[in-house]
């Protein structure tokens, strides 16, 4: 059974950086795309950034430069590292498993990332 438990969200000032964490069980990382989205408020959710083995990464242009998805080879956690955060960032977090085969896709419960002065 495939779960996903995100973790690391927070408030944090402008410029400042935070890493988000997504715990995976259940994952065989070769026949997944591992990927982070956000909300914002009054915003539909948004891909940021995805991750699959031997393939290439993705980031929307917003956080080109910014910020960088990676995974803990060997083992089963997914990082979304965040620097020089910004105001417009702010939004709930969610990481997804996407089955490459299957097309079925997985969710986690959301992580909240608040960016203000």
């Known amino acids: 059974q495939v779960q996903l438990v995100e973790s690391g969200g927070g408030l944090v000032q402008p410029g400042e950086s935070l890493t988000l964490s997504c715990t995976t069980s259940?994952?065989?990382?070769?026949?997944?795309?591992i990927g982070w989205y956000r909300q914002g408020p009054g915003k539909p959710r948004e891909l940021v950034a995805n991750?699959?083995?031997?393939?290439?990464?993705y980031y929307v242009d917003s956080v080109k430069g910014r910020f960088t998805i990676s995974r803990d080879n060997p083992g089963n956690t997914v990082y979304l590292q965040m620097n020089s955060l910004k105001p417009e960032d702010t939004g709930d977090y969610f990481c997804?498993?996407?089955?490459?085969?299957?097309?079925?896709?997985?969710w986690g419960q959301g992580a909240q990332v608040t960016v203000s002065s």
């Open positions: 997804n498993a996407y089955n490459n085969w299957t097309h079925r896709n997985y």
């Open positions: 259940g994952i065989v990382f070769s026949v997944y795309t």
């Open positions: 991750w699959r083995l031997n393939g290439p990464t």
